[in-house]
């Protein structure tokens, strides 16, 4: 009866989630004239968490009394390493939405995937939604299309990162614990996604909101969800391969080959569960929390201290170094349809 309970809680949490950010999206869309005040509020909100976020990651550093010596050139290994993993999350966002009955091009939707990112350091992390849905809404996409878009891509993204680190803790079996978290989280997403259950949790959550039929939602199919999933696992080992290079840049010697699903899987069940526990911006403390405790058997506990803190903060950098030219270079908006004499 408690599971029960708890699982009722946790879709009741997730539709309000939803349902409040596309209402925000809506009347930001609908109000011209506030759009470039909302944008300017949004930019500073933003800069004020990731500061604060960075601010706390050093301070976890100093309290620990660690010394680091780092390496640039692995650090920059590793944020581009990062990006491309993002990349390939947000090409599938671009398919999910081209698979929409408002289809945009690839670049208006990977700008879009990339800059927001930098939303979910605000609390509550409905602004990833928002924002995304602003930027891509001028290339035609559909506010209510867009916002169910994002949420099915993060959700496979989910589900394929929590199944896929439970394969990488079952090829280098340390401890069992981490497999077993990794599998159910993995399968209950699985479930969330699949193309029989997620139109459903579609119209929960559209239910209250006004102008919004199935036909908004983005075509799910057991294609694309194929077809994500395998966008999700190349995304997933480039983040992998991140920690990798960040383990190089503060350890000479390295890290074994046959250690590398390990740190792999370690990446994806941290980040998982920093979504699944959506106390702190980011899954700060949570993510970290999980990489370091599983880290340690592969590279050593001060090692694993020192490089899931380093990662967080080279994937803030390669946040607004991806973030800052794409908000000065905006491909072209197309021209309004001309309506018939």
Known sequence: MLTRLTRSSQASNLATAVRGAILRAIKLRSDKQVVFYAKMAVGLLVLVAVGRYVSQTLRKVQDRGLRVHVDPGWIALAIVL??????????????????????????????????SHLGKYVPGKALVVVMRVALVVPYRAGTATAAFATLYETLVMMATGG??????????????????????????????????????ISRMISAPLRGIDAEAFPRVTRRLLLEG?????????????????????????GVAVERWPLIIASVALATVAGF???????????????????????VGADTAVLAALILRLAWVLGEFVAALPLLVARPSVPLPEATAS
């Not at 395998?230 to 840049?249: D, E, I, R, T």
Request: aromatic share 12%.
């Open 82 to 115: 990062y990006l491309a993993g993002l990349i390939a999350f947000g090409v599938f966002f671009w398919r999910v939405l081209r698979d929409s009955p408002t289809p945009v091009p690839l670049l208006p939707a990977l700008r879009a995937y990339l800059i």
């Open 163 to 200: 199944l896929f680190a439970a394969l990488g803790f079952a090829l280098v079996p340390i401890e069992r614990w981490p497999a077993l978290v990794a599998l159910g989280l993995g399968f209950g997403l699985l479930v969330v996604v699949d193309p029989s259950v997620f139109p459903k």
């Open 229 to 253: 999933i395998g966008w999700s696992l190349l995304g997933w080992c480039l983040l992998g391969l991140s920690q990798v290079a960040v383990v190089w840049a503060i350890a000479p010697t």
């Open 276 to 298: 699944v526990v959506a106390v702190f911006p980011g899954g700060l403390g949570v993510r970290e929390g999980v990489l370091m405790a599983t880290l340690g058997p592969a």
